[in-house]
Nanobody, 124 residues
């Protein structure tokens, strides 16, 4: 069982930046791909970004391309999401997730563990 805890969310004005962090329990190394998903009120959870266990093959959703960057610190089981030029459409609860595979995935069904989520609110 892996427990994840997200941090770094909050309220920001449109055009602002936030950096989300996610730490695995016990700060142990992981060998799995990791990802970020988000869920806006009344909508389904959607893919935001994913990365392989070794930091390779980072991929982000088209809606955040050029604004969001995902990185990983495998040694401590942490993953980060740097968000720039935030827009009101980015508002939602952001979840950090651990993939069943080593490469990460854009599909929610591929993930095995996730945190409780953290709120990001972007005001216009």
């Amino acid at each position: 069982q892996v427990q994840l805890e997200e941090s770094g969310g909050g309220l920001v004005q449109a055009g602002g930046s936030l950096r989300l962090s996610c730490a695995a329990s016990r700060r142990t190394a992981i060998n799995n791909g990791m990802g970020w998903f988000r869920q806006a009120p009344g909508k389904e959870r959607e893919f935001v970004a994913t990365i392989a266990w070794n930091g390779g093959n980072p991929s982000v959703a088209n809606s955040v391309e050029g604004r969001f960057t995902i990185t990983v610190d495998r040694a401590i089981g942490a993953v980060y999401l740097q968000m720039h030029w935030l827009q009101p459409a980015d508002t939602g609860i952001y979840y950090c997730e651990v993939d069943r595979s080593a490469v990460g995935s854009m599909s929610q069904s591929s993930y095995r563990y996730w945190g409780r989520g953290i709120q990001v609110t972007v005001n216009s």
